[in-house]
């Protein structure tokens, strides 16, 4: 794949953040996403629900139409380094947040 994976991440980042934001805490605590009217109810959370299964799909996708083993191991190892960015970076904010609580607690 040509597209670095960093551009990908924060692609599907921004994207994902954008659906996560419409989630209404009554749509959430409905538990409505599980019976037949969840389009009426749970709107957005069957529109994230939409695109985690349309992102789900695009990586099987891509992995499984390259003909040869090769190229479906470096796709694999494309679209695990694509995740990695997403975990480090949740990493980093978890240690920014650690910190910050750990200076108030020295203030207090």
């Known amino acids: 794949m040509e597209v670095d994976p960093k551009i990908i991440a924060r692609q599907l980042a921004l994207i994902d953040s954008e659906l996560f934001k419409k989630i209404t805490?009554?749509?959430?605590a409905s538990i409505a996403w599980t019976k037949p009217d969840k389009q009426i109810k749970t709107p957005n959370i069957v529109e994230m629900t939409l695109h985690f299964n349309q992102?789900?799909?695009?990586?099987?996708?891509?992995i499984l139409s390259s003909a040869s083993t090769k190229k479906r191991f470096l796709k694999i190892c494309h679209f695990i380094a694509v995740a990695q960015?997403?975990?480090?970076k949740e990493e980093n904010l978890k240690r920014k947040k650690r910190k910050k609580e750990d200076n108030l607690k020295l203030i207090q």
């Open 55 to 62: 992102v789900s799909l695009w990586v099987s996708r891509e």
């Open 25 to 28: 805490r009554s749509e959430f």
């Open 85 to 88: 960015v997403n975990e480090k």
